[in-house]
Structures are given as C-alpha cells and as structure tokens.
C-alpha cells in the first residue's frame, strides 16, 4: 500500500509494538504529528513541557518496562534538546528510539531556519544514527534503528528524517520484529575456567551491575547467589536485581556504597562481577581494588573486559544465558566463615542517621514502609539520590530508575511520568533535592494536564547538597555558589502547575503526607524541609581505595 514517510513512521512504531511516545511537535515533524492524530486511539502521546522532559520520560519507560522507548521532536533546538536525555541513556544502556525531522533535503547544509545536524551532534552518545533522506528507505531504517537499541548491549538510537521524506509516497509492506540479538560470544572453556575460579574460591563476592537487570537475569542471579553461598552488593543500576532484604546482601559498592560491601570487596579472593563496567564511582583507586582477589567478568559488551580493572577470566555474553549454564553445572557451595565475616562488618558498620530530626534517609525509610517496598523510585542527582539507593530497601529489578554514568540532573521527574505510563500499575515516586527540582520542574505541568498520579518528593536544605558537603569536607567551607535561600515556593510553583503540594517540616508529618498522596490518585509535590548540613555516609575519597569509606563517627574520632 502507498503511505506517506509519516505514515510509514506511525505504521513502523505500531509494527514494533510501540503504545506511548513522549514528544513535542514543531515545523518539520509536522507531517509525522499530523499522522500520529489519526493514529491516537492506537499510540498514546505525551506532551512534555520541555523535549528534554520527552527524552527522560521515554528513558523511564524504558527501564521500567524493558521495552524500548520513544521520544519525537522537531529540528534545530528542538532536536539539542534531546541531547542530554539521550546522553543520559546511553551512559547507562537504555534501548531509545529518538526521531525528530530535519529541514527538507534541498535545504540541508545551507544554515537553514532551524536546522542543525543531529545526527553528527549526537554521534558520540547513540549506539547509531540515521538521516534519512529517500522515503524508499524509510521503514527499513526505522526497523533497524528498534534492532540496534535493543540488541546486544543496549542503547539510545536517532533517526533523523527529512520534511520532504515524511511528505513523500512509497509502497509500505508490514514486517514483524525480529528477535534482538543476544550476541553471545563465549564457548564452553570460558564456562569450564569460570566454573573453575568458583569452585576453588573461598571468600567469593558478587558485584551486581544494571545488566543484571536489562537482561532480566534477576532470578538467575539470586540463585548463582545461594548456590555458590556468596555474599552480594550492587551499584546504583544494579539494585533490585538481588532482593534487599535478602541476608546475603551487603548493600551499594563504591563511594557511598557500605562500609560492609567496600571492606568485604576489598578481602574477598575471587570477585564475580555481573554486568557491570567497574565505573570510577565504584572502584575508587583501580590499583588497590579488590587488590587480593582474581576478577571473574561475566558481560555482554567485550569492550568493557580488562578496561578499567585486569581479570583472571570473562565470559561475554548474556548473562542471563551465562547463569543459566553455570547454575546447572554447579554444585552447591559452601563458605561460613566467610559468610559468617560478612555479617559480623554488616552488623559493624551499619547505616545511621540523626534519628532526632528530620532526614532524608528518614523520609525514604517511611517510604519504603508505606509502599511495602513494592515502588517505583526515580530519583534526580546528588545526596537524594544516594539516600534513595541506601535506605530504600529494592527487592525487584527495574525499580530504582536513576541516572547512574551521566549523573543529570533533572532526570527523575521526566523518568517517573515515563515509568507511570509504562507500569500504571505501580506506585510511581520522584525523590529530588531542591537544586535538581529548579532543573525540570515544568514537567509537573505535563503530570497535572494527563492527571498521571505520580509522587514527586522534593527534599529542601536550600543548598546543593552534595557539592556543598564536598566544599565541607574538602573546601574549607567555601561554599561557592552552592547556597539556594532565595524565596522559591515550591509548593505555590507545584499549585499552580496544577499538582496538589504538601509541606513537611516534621518526622511525624512524612508517613500521612506520603499515604494521602497515594489516595489522592493525582500527582502531588512532597516538599520536605532538611538541615542544610545533612551528610551521605560512608563516603570514599576521589581517588582513595574503597576500604578507606569513612563516616561521621569516623571524622568525629579524628
């Protein structure tokens, strides 16, 4: 049949399963927009306050869903706008589709009104890119663009097309998906050398990255877990992937990870690493990094074996596939006295805060009671969030939605409406402190104007938390620009977006605000009121070995 290029871009996204895209029209996605209108009982569209708000919104759906997400905009501003948002996504490998349209192909490469090449701006942060300019090719691109960002190792994928294109005919011919490509490249001596570094082991240690999570490989971990009797700690894209209420978790790793994961790390004599990428937030000082034990790497991505820390052994592929082998192979293992050294730091070195005021940690703990663990949580950047990851005990994978390798700010609000339409099912929260609530707080317009009930908490110290705690710790206290006790409203900002707004200023306050936001059924702001000198610990030096964490009892002793 003969379908315009718009079309053909609407009958591909329902081709692909596609069912919500957040987006922001403009001049030259018009036709695509004009398509989308015809097609509204069969595609859901969400129209953000901002295209940043689109990107992070499809990126939240994403990882709350697993599927891929969908945002649109139009060209030149529209389409930079996206960029931090796809960014976001590909530092922590979330499958995204971002299409905007360009100035018609005549006009390209003449500084035309709006125009900007997109696809050379967002290079270096898609796992590919496309401009398409002859409709004839149109459908097919989009097909691969779904198969690269869900493929493999996952990834945000653009698809720029031109005015002319989206208004051209061609002949469309309906496919249906192919399945995404595993590309598993281990064989059966990577299985029999891992297996080999387990069984010899006598004080393993599980590290969990977020591809346990994006491979759905969370049932496979928990039981490589008690099969080989290891203790478990996780980075931030990891969490929920092993149930946190489990006696083998140890909690997060690395800078604001546990005294009882960086110390357990640092003493084990084999590290498994699941789907992690040994990032700088968690190694600290690469060359004193679990300095006494062999490195075991199991992941998809070949790229990441032997290039931030030297392994023993790697098995690339997809870990689920890969467990799914090892735990048939295994036998039961046994380790005690390391298990039962690991509880003795965990009882040690537990988490604390000032349980006489009010706290962030105390505001995330009642969270965590109220909604039984079972949450959504997206969190923005900064001391919330590490907070968040601390204190929130996540017992599921995919739900804690945070942004790990960017670390951007404005991210959660974008993400929570994203994960609410993808999961309408689950209570859906945004933890942000003040500073990083300025960044997208439009995005509330978006929530009230759909009445999608999500929970957007806003934890006040009228500062930048975390650089300020850096200035205190390492500046002298020379808070340079950190300081934000200016005369913001926010629960007067949330109001007139349309939101209901709740302030909290004591302990007693928090349980009833977050328990009547869940009855409301509408989206609603819970501005909390914190000291301005609250502090994350443990904490881990820039460049310092993990097992030098310190925390406030630490620094009181010094």
């Known amino acids: 049949?003969?379908?315009?290029?718009?079309?053909?871009?609407?009958?591909?996204?329902?081709?692909?399963?596609?069912?919500?895209?957040?987006?922001?029209?403009?001049?030259?996605?018009?036709?695509?927009?004009?398509?989308?209108?015809?097609?509204?009982?069969?595609?859901?569209?969400?129209?953000?306050?901002?295209?940043?708000?689109?990107?992070?919104?499809?990126?939240?759906?994403?990882?709350?869903?697993?599927?891929?997400?969908?945002?649109?905009?139009?060209?030149?501003?529209?389409?930079?706008?996206?960029?931090?948002?796809?960014?976001?996504?590909?530092?922590?490998?979330?499958?995204?589709?971002?299409?905007?349209?360009?100035?018609?192909?005549?006009?390209?490469?003449?500084?035309?009104?709006?125009?900007?090449?997109?696809?050379g701006v967002t290079m270096p942060i898609t796992k590919?890119?496309?401009?398409?300019?002859?409709?004839?090719i149109l459908a097919d691109t989009i097909r691969k663009a779904f198969a690269i960002a869900k493929s493999g190792r996952p990834g945000p994928v653009l698809v720029d097309i031109t005015k002319d294109v989206t208004a051209n005919l061609c002949e469309y011919t309906p496919l249906t998906p192919e399945e995404a490509e595993k590309a598993n490249r281990f064989n059966d001596e990577d299985i029999k050398t891992a297996l080999s570094l387990i069984q010899e082991a006598k004080k393993p240690y599980i590290y969990l990255g977020g591809g346990a999570v994006i491979s759905g490989a969370s049932e496979e971990v928990r039981k490589f877990a008690k099969l080989i009797d290891a203790p478990v700690c996780d980075t931030l894209m990891g969490k929920g992937a092993f149930d946190g209420k489990d006696e083998l978790y140890t909690g997060m790793i690395g800078m604001h990870g546990t005294k009882a994961s960086n110390l357990g790390v640092s003493q084990c004599d084999l590290l498994i690493a699941l789907g992690a990428r040994f990032s700088d937030r968690v190694v600290g000082n690469a060359k004193t990094f679990a300095a006494g034990a062999k490195v075991l790497h199991i992941d998809i991505d070949a790229a990441e074996v032997n290039k931030n820390i030297k392994t023993a052994a790697s098995v690339v592929g997809d870990l689920k596939d890969i467990l799914t082998i090892?735990?048939?192979?295994?036998?039961?293992?046994?380790?005690?006295?390391?298990?039962?050294?690991?509880?003795?730091?965990?009882?040690?070195?537990?988490?604390?805060?000032?349980?006489?005021?009010?706290?962030?940690?105390?505001?995330?703990?009642?969270?965590?009671?109220?909604?039984?663990?079972?949450?959504?949580?997206?969190?923005?950047?900064?001391?919330?969030?590490?907070?968040?990851?601390?204190?929130?005990?996540?017992?599921?994978?995919?739900?804690?939605?945070?942004?790990?390798?960017l670390g951007t700010m404005g991210y959660g609000l974008g993400a929570c409406i994203g994960a609410k339409m993808g999961r309408p099912d689950k209570i859906c929260v945004n933890i942000a402190g003040d500073g990083c609530f300025r960044m997208n707080m439009n995005e509330l317009a978006t929530a009230s104007r759909y009445n999608i009930p999500i929970i957007q908490i806003v934890i006040n110290n009228h500062v930048l938390g975390m650089v300020r705690q850096w200035q205190t710790l390492f500046y002298d206290h020379r808070y340079s620009q950190t300081v934000l006790n200016d005369k913001v409203d926010f629960c007067k900002v949330a109001e007139g977006l349309g939101c209901e707004a709740i302030r909290v200023t004591t302990k007693e306050e928090v349980a009833p605000a977050i328990e009547k936001a869940i009855a409301l059924g509408k989206p609603v702001m819970i501005e909390c009121m914190i000291q301005e000198d609250d502090k994350v610990f443990p904490m881990v030096p820039a460049g310092a070995s993990i097992s030098e964490a310190f925390d406030a009892d630490d620094l009181n002793n010094r």
Not at 74 to 89: E, F
Not at 128 to 136: N, S
Not at 356 to 376: F, H, M, R, S
């Open 326 to 405: 090892l735990n048939e192979k295994l036998e039961q293992q046994s380790h005690p006295e390391w298990t039962a050294q690991i509880k003795e730091l965990k009882a040690k070195y537990p988490l604390k805060y000032d349980e006489n005021i009010l706290t962030c940690p105390y505001v995330i703990e009642q969270l965590d009671k109220v909604t039984n663990g079972e949450a959504i949580v997206t969190t923005d950047v900064g001391q919330h969030q590490m907070w968040a990851a601390q204190f929130y005990r996540y017992t599921q994978p995919r739900t804690f939605l945070s942004s790990g390798g």
């Open 128 to 136: 590919h890119g496309y401009i398409v300019k002859d409709v004839t």
């Open 1 to 119: 049949m003969q379908l315009t290029g718009a079309e053909i871009v609407i009958e591909c996204l329902k081709e692909q399963g596609v069912d919500t895209v957040f987006g922001y029209p403009g001049g030259t996605i018009l036709n695509v927009y004009d398509a989308l209108y015809k097609h509204s009982d069969e595609i859901n569209h969400i129209l953000t306050s901002h295209e940043q708000g689109a990107a992070h919104a499809a990126d939240g759906y994403a990882r709350a869903t697993g599927k891929v997400g969908v945002c649109l905009a139009t060209s030149g501003p529209g389409a930079t706008n996206l960029v931090t948002g796809i960014a976001t996504a590909y530092m922590d490998s979330i499958p995204m589709v971002a299409i905007t349209a360009n100035v018609n192909l005549p006009a390209l490469g003449k500084d035309s009104f709006q125009e900007v090449d997109i696809a």
